[in-house]
Nanobody, 122 residues
Framework: QVQLVESGGGLVQAGGSLRLSCVASGRTFSVYAVGWFRQAPGKEREFVTSITLSGGSTYYADSVKGRFTISRDRAKNTVYLQMNSLKPEDTAVYYC???????????????WGQGTQVTVSL
């Protein structure tokens, strides 16, 4: 089993920045990739970005490309999501997921955190 804990969410004005963290524990050696997803009220959960833990390959949704950056610190078993130029439409609960493959499909991720709320005001 792998346990994931997200943190770093909060309330920020449009144009501001936040950095989310996803800390993994447990059988982390089984994790190949970590992804960030988000779910806004009344909407389905959607892919944001993902990263491979070994080579650091990344993949971004078009809606966040150029504004969000995913990175990892393998020594700390932590994946970060730096979010800049935030917009009200970025408001959502952000979840990190860990899996054995790399991609944007939710089903590729076996383990999930509890989520952290990000609210962007005008």
């Amino acid at each position: 089993q792998v346990q994931l804990v997200e943190s770093g969410g909060g309330l920020v004005q449009a144009g501001g920045s936040l950095r989310l963290s996803c800390v993994a524990s447990g059988r982390t050696f089984s994790v190949y990739a970590v992804g960030w997803f988000r779910q806004a009220p009344g909407k389905e959960r959607e892919f944001v970005t993902s990263i491979t833990l070994s080579g650091g390959s990344t993949y971004y949704a078009d809606s966040v490309k150029g504004r969000f950056t995913i990175s990892r610190d393998r020594a700390k078993n932590t994946v970060y999501l730096q979010m800049n130029s935030l917009k009200p439409e970025d408001t959502a609960v952000y979840y990190c997921g860990a899996g054995r493959t790399f991609g944007r499909a939710e089903g590729l991720y076996d383990y999930w955190g509890q989520g952290t709320q990000v609210t962007v005001s005008l």
